[in-house]
């Protein structure tokens, strides 16, 4: 019951701010509470969820500014934040919030070039700006992002090889360069995208053929390919 340890943890939070613990499972509360909601088509809920989950975040790194966990988790929330933005068409929120979520994971990135953590999560906002400049119209802007999200997605999977996760990111990072080429009129360059995340996909599916989840992604990718074979020969 997600609401109902919001309830209890909220006056906590509230009560003593400098409470680093308190105020961590209370953001950590209200986000699976504003996942509950977003699942249920709640958006304005879930995204005033995920508003005072941010909220909570910036306080713990407020208090404890050296803690990379704590950043993580403030740019997770800055991330959720910008998700719901995005699907509630206020878009100049979603890049400021999407923005901030990258320039957090880049610093740790920074920070720590080795940790494939960090380099993971830097994938995902690299794929998310790149996906809403597309759709702004900022073509090589989106397409810069989508080429950096697959450069270091690559790197990543190249460190942890035999990790099925990484190609996963990697597939969906492909999959957004070609809708961003799509966009753009590149439609040939966009059959190469798809065509790369069909590959990876089927890799996947090869690996697991009981998973349900990457079957759905194939099957997804596949009708995309033949879209784009489609486009190509009109």
Do not use: W
């Not at 209890?8 to 209200?30: F, G, H, T, W």
């Not at 492909?174 to 995340?197: C, I, P, Q, V």
């Amino acid at each position: 019951n997600y609401s109902g340890a919001v309830t209890i943890l909220e006056p906590l939070a509230k009560a003593d701010p400098s409470n680093i613990r308190a105020q961590y499972e209370y953001a950590a509360a209200v986000d699976r509470r504003g996942d509950a909601e977003r699942s249920l088509g709640q958006k304005y809920a879930a995204l005033s969820s995920y508003e005072q989950g941010l909220e909570a975040a910036k306080r713990n790194v407020q208090k404890d500014s050296g803690n990379t966990r704590f950043q993580q988790a403030l740019a997770v929330s800055f991330n959720k934040v910008g998700e719901m933005q995005k699907e509630l068409e206020q878009e100049r929120k979603a890049m400021e919030s999407y923005r901030a979520a990258f320039e957090i994971r880049q610093r740790l990135t920074q920070s720590d070039p080795e940790n494939v953590e960090f380099q993971h999560d830097l994938v995902l906002s690299y794929q998310n700006l790149g996906e809403l400049l597309s759709k702004q119209g900022q073509h090589g802007a989106a397409i810069e992002h989508c080429r950096k999200a697959i450069a270091l997605a690559q790197q990543v999977a190249t460190k942890d090889p035999g990790n099925f996760s990484h190609e996963t990111t990697l597939s969906a990072s492909y999959m957004t360069l070609g809708y961003a080429e799509r966009r753009r009129g590149s439609f040939a360059e966009s059959l190469a995208a798809f065509e790369k995340s069909l590959e990876l996909d089927q890799r996947r599916a090869a690996a697991d053929p009981a998973n349900a989840q990457v079957k759905k992604e194939l099957t997804a990718i596949t009708e995309e390919v033949a879209r784009a074979r489609a486009m190509l020969k009109k």
